[in-house]
């Protein structure tokens, strides 16, 4: 039996509307999402991965093949998670999914949001959590907090600077230029000014509350992977981790 959902956890948005075009042709006849590594989907890992911390309230966005995710997943009962869909008729690109999600979420403040197409099997869930109410008491919470991970081979420019757990878009001292992982807590604040229904991207949003010193950072080096091309999801059902 499914127990009601924890208020003090807060809820997961999996981002799942991609088309995919760098997986065809695996992806011509399935939502990427739904690809195996170890005969698990990418979406089966993090549904198993937030059930193990407590998380319940599950929302996933979808919009290529859509329904094959509903079909295969259901209402979450088999993982004892409670999973709500919004399906995308157009591309709303990352913000306006999560803007248009933000109803079936109902966020108490923050919000989990992971990538549907990353792998990161060992990811501590439980410690972002514990961040999570770091941010809390602090008096001007950040509106952002993102996991960086070191700058893969298909991305070597990275994406943000991080120093001393404070995001930038400008070099400054030592900090580090790392690659974002798909991974954040996001304050449903950072998304106030959207629209329903008009896409709209999330970095533009990202660097505006970085101008502002709001969005904070870590660096993760555990396994983590961007599961991009039929390669790599070959290469990672061969691999032993």
Excluded at 34 to 54: D, F, N, P, Q
Excluded at 226 to 235: F, I, K, M, S
Aim: charged share 20%.
């Amino acid at each position: 039996m499914r127990q009601s959902v924890d208020l003090n956890f807060p809820p997961c948005l999996l981002l799942a509307a991609g088309r995919g075009e760098r997986m065809r042709p695996l992806t011509d006849d399935l939502p990427k999402p739904l690809l195996k590594i170890k005969g698990k989907s990418l979406l089966a890992w993090h549904l198993e991965a937030a059930a193990k911390v407590g998380i319940q309230n599950i929302v996933i966005n979808h919009a290529w093949l859509g329904q094959k995710i509903e079909d295969d997943l259901g209402d979450g009962a088999q993982y004892g998670l409670r999973i709500q869909y919004s399906p995308e008729e157009i591309a709303l690109e990352t913000a306006g999914g999560i803007c248009q999600a933000l109803p079936l979420l109902k966020p108490r403040d923050y919000f989990l949001v992971i990538n549907g197409d990353v792998f990161c099997p060992n990811f501590p869930i439980s410690q972002l959590l514990v961040q999570l109410e770091l941010m809390r008491t602090k008096p001007n919470p950040p509106l952002a907090h993102l996991i960086m991970v070191p700058n893969p081979s298909q991305h070597p420019g990275g994406d943000f600077y991080l120093n001393a757990f404070q995001l930038s878009i400008n070099p400054s001292g030592t900090a580090e230029k790392l690659t974002f992982s798909g991974i954040g807590l996001y304050h449903s604040d950072l998304f106030k000014q959207l629209q329903i229904g008009n896409p709209s991207k999330l970095a533009p949003l990202l660097i505006d509350a970085m101008k502002e010193n709001r969005v904070s950072g870590e660096k993760y080096v555990g396994p983590w992977h961007d599961v991009g091309t039929p390669q790599r999801l070959q290469e990672l059902n061969a691999a032993d981790e």
